[in-house]
Nanobody
Framework: QVQLVESGGGLVQAGGSLRLSCAAS????????MGWYRQGPGKQRELVAH???????EYADSAKGRFTISRDNAKNTVYLQMNSLKPEDTAVYYC?????????????????WGQGTQVTVSS
């Protein structure tokens, strides 16, 4: 399968910045879409930002103007630059990737999630 590993979470004061990274590994042939989701305390998981293999991106209204998603296709890595953080951004952030990989004699599609990284914004 394809594994995703996030990093870059932590504790930051309101108004601060964090940069999350998510690296995919495995016998990857192609990654199509990559995205960041988050799940706050007592809330459902929600989309934060999404980026296609061609670089087209979209954001949740809460992230527009403050967060920037980017990716390095050569490294199979997606990033989330988060600026002007607010206490309501506190959540576990998960990355997601979809594409194809090569487990053996033929290719297969995959949709994988990372284990999550905690982001805590203090007021």
């Amino acid at each position: 399968q394809v594994q995703l590993v996030e990093s870059g979470g932590g504790l930051v004061q309101a108004g601060g910045s964090l940069r999350l990274s998510c690296a995919a590994s495995g016998r990857i042939l192609r990654i199509n879409d990559m995205g960041w989701y988050r799940q706050g305390p007592g809330k459902q998981r929600e989309l934060v930002a999404h980026i296609t293999s061609g670089g087209s991106d979209e954001y949740a209204d809460s992230a527009k103007g403050r967060f920037t998603i980017s990716r390095d296709n050569a490294k199979n890595t997606v990033y989330l630059q988060m600026n002007s953080l607010k206490p309501e951004d506190t959540a576990v952030y998960y990355c997601n990737a979809e594409g194809t990989y090569y487990p053996g004699s033929y290719s297969r599609s995959f949709a994988s999630w990372g284990q999550g990284t905690q982001v805590t914004v203090s007021s």
